[in-house]
T-cell receptor, first 113, second 116 residues
Framework: KAGVTQTPRYLIKTRGQQVTLSCSPI?????VSWYQQTPGQGLQFLFE???????NKGNFPGRFSGRQFSNSRSEMNVSTLELGDSALYLC????????????FGPGTRLTVT | GENVEQHPSTLSVQEGDSAVIKCTYS??????FPWYKQELGKRPQLIID?????GEKKDQRIAVTLNKTAKHFSLHITETQPEDSAVYFC???????????????FGQGTILTVHP
């Protein structure tokens, strides 16, 4: 099976802009979770989607949002970008997200200038 | 919410030695504990995991132990090799349902360096 894929792999944006990142889970996986990875804060949970519904959300401002499509692909959006949003954004897929393993994609490296 | 502490932050060993990384968690409802290996510029890779109904799990040179009473779990790597050099993350997740779906809480990571 193909692994988790994310696009784009790299992005450079300016403060105030918005950005949309995409994640395609492993075939058959229905849960997608998003994480932000920074040197200072480590890996932090953003949100999780299952069957097109957000089931869980981390402690991030409302500028961070996401959605999931009927084919389980997921997107996350960050509006009004700030310098502190520069990070590696990782998505992880799992079968149903309840008690099973999560497999990560390669990430999208976002740089905000 | 859940908090996971990981130690040490850096670990340097000679090839062939053993390496041990320890994590403690705060939420007694946590019941799933995966370990990830992340090489420079690559994605975190799941290397082993353990559930709360098991005390130890082994996979070749890697083992994980769990002490539910003390709320800590450890990763043990034996006969280390230079290719084991990477950042290792522990994580914890509470029971499915409620606010736990999909949410892994990670430790801060351990940079493991194996010298040839």
């Amino acid at each position: 099976k193909a692994g988790v894929t994310q696009t784009p792999r790299y992005l450079i944006k300016t403060r105030g802009q918005q950005v949309t990142l995409s994640c395609s889970p492993i075939s058959g996986h229905r849960s997608v979770s998003w994480y932000q990875q920074t040197p200072g804060q480590g890996l932090q949970f953003l949100f999780e989607y299952f069957s097109e519904t957000q089931r869980n959300k981390g402690n991030f401002p409302g500028r961070f949002s996401g959605r999931q499509f009927s084919n389980s692909r997921s997107e996350m959006n960050v509006s009004t970008l700030e310098l502190g949003d520069s990070a590696l954004y990782l998505c992880a897929s799992s079968l149903v997200g309840g008690g099973d393993e999560q497999y990560f994609g390669p990430g999208t490296r976002l740089t905000v200038t | 919410g859940e908090n996971v502490e990981q130690h040490p932050s850096t670990l340097s060993v000679q090839e062939g030695d053993s390496a041990v990384i320890k994590c403690t968690y705060s939420d007694s409802a946590s019941n799933y504990f995966p370990w990830y290996k992340q090489e420079l510029g690559k994605r975190p890779q799941l290397i082993i995991d353990i559930r709360s109904n098991v005390g130890e799990k082994k996979d070749q040179r890697i083992a994980v132990t769990l002490n539910k009473t003390a709320k800590h779990f450890s990763l043990h790597i034996t006969e280390t090799q230079p290719e084991d050099s990477a950042v290792y993350f522990c994580a914890a997740r509470a029971n499915a349902g409620g606010t736990s779906y999909g949410k892994l809480t990670f430790g801060q990571g351990t940079i493991l360096t194996v010298h040839p």
